[in-house]
């Protein structure tokens, strides 16, 4: 694909975006933030008993990458369990946004994917003690565009 391919699909998913909202009664509600850039994302996900996420939404502001990941991310992560999102990579996301046209906006790319990765990671330990993982969690690690390969 032409790097204006890419710049149309994040368009696209900017404008109409996938499962933006707000989730009542989530087992899992996290905030990320992106000072550098302003990004602001809050990712509400249902799990099943096997924690599987059964449903996932996005709220939030942010320029248009960063809004456009969100919207790819949640297409990735419902279907998947908890382990399989904590497993996931960076790279499988930054190709489907286009790697030319996200490097130099790395972090506001993986804003929202860290945001569930964090809540992944955080998820058992809270399921362990019965309870929801809605405390909201600020990323307090960030993406690096070196770290890709």
Do not use: W
Not at 54 to 79: E, H, P
Not at 116 to 125: F, L, V
Request: aromatic share 6%.
């Amino acid at each position: 694909m032409t790097r204006q391919d890419y710049i149309e699909i994040i368009l696209d998913l900017y404008n109409n975006p996938h499962h933006k909202g707000k989730l009542d009664d989530p087992d899992i509600l996290v905030n990320g933030g992106n000072p550098g850039c302003g990004d602001v994302v809050t990712i509400f996900a249902k799990l099943d008993e096997n924690d599987r996420v059964t449903d996932a939404t996005f709220d939030g502001q942010g320029c248009t990458i960063s809004m456009a990941a969100a919207s790819l991310v949640m297409d990735k992560i419902i279907g998947k369990t908890i382990s399989e999102i904590d497993a996931m990579d960076y790279n499988e996301l930054i190709e489907e946004l286009g790697r030319e046209v996200v490097q130099s906006r790395i972090r506001c790319a993986t804003l929202a994917f860290d945001t569930i990765k964090a809540g992944a990671r955080e998820y058992p330990s809270h399921k362990a003690t019965g309870k929801k993982l809605v405390s909201p969690i600020i990323l307090s690690e960030t993406f690096r565009g070196d770290d890709l390969g």
